[in-house]
């Protein structure tokens, strides 16, 4: 966990923080129109919380982790290292295989907590030092809007989008043939896969959410 998840944690807090700016710098014009700059809040905490940060931490974990494990497990297939293990009659499944997902799902959770506290603060400072929202209010705003089903329903998807990576990736891995170019393909397709398919898992889960009034 150490391994796969620490070192995305800078970048996961970096991109986190620009996205909750970002969502800050452009809602808060169409609601000024109607005089509701301060709901800038609301918006993003319900954004981030339910989608935007569980996805961009598992985005992030896929070019870290997802790219990382399927390179290891296809260049120990390539130096037959797996063969090596069954020979001792050691499951490739339970000790590479079990680890790295574990790793990938308990490290999405944790660095998907830090994705949401991280653009919600963000989306705070840009909202009261360049917008001029109360302190006050941007604070109330965000703990009246956020509710417990927001954040559960983000943490169930990042629980899930790990498991997803750790599988594909280790997934690739083993499958690797055709030495370094098959490591390097290994890479690229665990990384392609990985997005495509957490994106559609996401859409599952929230049509899933809006339909039994989980929203």
């Not at 339910?50 to 297939?77: C, D, K, Q, S, Y």
Request: aromatic residues 6%.
């Amino acid at each position: 966990t150490v391994r796969v998840g620490v070192r995305a944690i800078g970048i996961v807090l970096l991109v986190s923080g620009a996205i909750g700016a970002i969502l800050a710098l452009q809602t808060e014009p169409s609601l000024a129109d109607f005089g509701q700059s301060d709901k800038v809040a609301n918006i993003i905490v319900v954004a981030v919380f339910r989608e935007l940060g569980p996805l961009i931490a598992a985005i992030v974990l896929t070019g870290f982790a997802g790219a990382a494990i399927a390179a290891e497990l296809g260049t120990m297939v390539v130096g037959e290292e797996i063969e090596a293990l069954e020979s001792m009659a050691l499951n490739p499944i339970r000790f590479l295989v079990v680890p790295r997902v574990v790793a990938t799902a308990v490290s999405l959770f944790v660095l998907s907590v830090l994705s949401d506290l991280t653009a919600v603060v963000a989306g705070g400072l840009v909202g009261v030092g360049a917008m001029g929202i109360p302190y006050e209010v941007y604070v109330d705003n965000t703990l009246q809007q956020v509710s417990s089903s927001d954040f559960l329903s983000g943490l169930v998807k990042s629980v899930v989008f790990g498991t997803i990576l750790g599988l594909i990736a280790c997934h690739n891995g083993l499958k690797v043939t055709g030495g370094a170019a098959g490591v390097g393909k290994a890479t690229t397709d665990t990384v392609v896969q990985t997005v495509v398919t957490i994106i559609f898992v996401d859409l599952f889960f929230t049509a899933l959410f809006f339909a039994v009034g989980w929203n």
